[in-house]
């Protein structure tokens, strides 16, 4: 069973992040630039209905797979970074009640590497048998996970299952600054036979989402240094076939810029966008398209006392954003708001505070398998899941 709901998979693009502007991307295909203005409102959230729960783990959550609401898979490690320990993946059948050891990739994970190109960030399997470890490097089992093998070729900072089909974006050299030849590309479920999509593309950070045969690539920008942080929009109908193009769906507020952070797709053809002020990151909204990205519809500015990093929806009114990690030292909050009318107003699902590490995890998980199961990852020691379509959530130690 396919994951519905693809989550998060921003990824910055190694390298690129020690750099600095980026030139604008591009793609191949036709083009779209329709647009719709922007004037939302504020509003501010309400008490969480969740209260969190006491609970031991021992595994840091680097990243989550789902191909159903109960069959999973999580990359994990142990927080010792620089030393040469293996990246361990867990997996559970019963939705995350328990975990088990499956296997190890002979790896580091990528958040300890930091601008290196070596180790794994992300986790995602097509089936019970064939998965990918990837970010930047890319390792594949076609047994489950019990065995790794690190496939040969490209760099890979995405990578999405749709299907029997896997679609993923490459890059082999950095500079320009950032790698100046990211490429979509395709191959059926554990094979090696990667396909060219689109020409090579130059971008900052970039997040690959499917929705059955839809495809969206957003190329982001560099907002440090004065560069430019505006967000193109790759969008593909026809499993990646032919390619059009549009600009960043989110628009200026009040004179302040807003930039696309981060996007998700549901079915219908909706397609969600998170728009964070460029200059004040506690501030953000939600931009909603139905007629997969051609137009957006912006809704109310939101400010909450955490850094929005991620974004999911079940449909165009039900609608989840995620605080990104908090890598450093000293007490950090994790929040997850909810909103039930298409992003006009929030409620605060989860609210939970920690100690924060120097190498958590900066883009926790946060999605849905269908309309009513769906997990979140915020501080990266536990699992927080719904099975009612996010009214109430229940958290959960990922250990061993």
Not at 100 to 111: L, R
Not at 149 to 176: D, K, W
Not at 240 to 245: K, Y
Request: negative net charge; proline residues 7%; contains cysteine.
């Amino acid at each position: 069973m396919r994951r519905l709901f693809p989550a998060l998979v921003l990824v910055a693009v190694l390298l690129a992040a020690c750099s600095g502007k980026a030139p604008n991307p591009h793609a191949t295909g036709p083009t779209s630039t329709t647009t719709t203005p922007v004037v939302p409102t504020t509003t501010t959230p309400v008490t969480p209905t969740t209260k969190p729960v006491t609970t031991t783990a021992s595994n840091v959550v680097e990243d989550l797979t789902w191909i159903s609401p109960t069959h999973g898979w999580a990359l994990a490690d142990d927080e010792h970074c620089g030393q040469a320990t293996c990246t361990e993946v867990l997996t559970t059948t019963n939705g995350g009640a328990a975990w088990s050891p499956v296997g190890s990739i002979a790896a580091p994970s990528g958040n300890c590497s930091g601008c290196g190109l070596v180790g794994v960030s992300h986790i995602r399997f097509a089936n019970n048998l064939d998965g990918y470890a990837f970010g930047p490097q890319l390792y594949v089992t076609t047994d489950g996970g019990v065995t790794w093998t690190q496939q040969s070729g490209p760099y890979i900072t995405a990578l999405e299952p749709a299907g029997t089909n896997v679609m993923r974006v490459s890059f082999t050299h950095t500079g320009c600054p950032g790698p100046c030849d990211l490429t979509v590309q395709s191959a059926p479920a554990g094979s090696s036979a990667w396909q060219s999509l689109t020409a090579p593309f130059q971008g900052d950070a970039v997040q690959l989402v499917r929705q059955g045969s839809e495809a969206y690539v957003a190329v982001y920008g560099n907002p440090a240094g004065g560069g430019d942080a505006r967000t193109t929009l790759m969008l593909s109908q026809d499993g990646g076939t032919t390619w059009g193009q549009r600009a960043d769906p989110c628009d200026n507020v009040g004179g302040d810029e807003f930039d696309t952070v981060a996007i998700n797709a549901a079915p219908q053809s909706v397609l969600v966008a998170l728009c964070r002020d460029r200059f004040q990151s506690q501030r953000a909204y939600v931009a909603v398209s139905t007629d997969s990205g051609v137009v957006f519809a912006g809704q109310s500015v939101v400010s909450v006392p955490a850094f929005l990093g991620s974004i999911a929806a079940t449909n165009a009114s039900t609608i989840f954003l995620g605080t990104a990690g908090s890598p450093g030292t000293g007490s950090t909050q994790w929040v997850l708001l909810a909103s039930t009318d298409g992003g006009h107003s929030w409620q605060t699902a989860v609210s939970e505070t920690g100690q924060a590490q120097l190498f958590f995890p900066t883009e926790p998980f946060l999605g849905f398998e269908n309309t009513t199961v769906g997990r979140w990852v915020g501080d990266p020691y536990h699992l927080w899941e719904t099975t009612d379509g996010g009214v109430h959530w229940v958290k959960q130690a990922i250990a061993t």
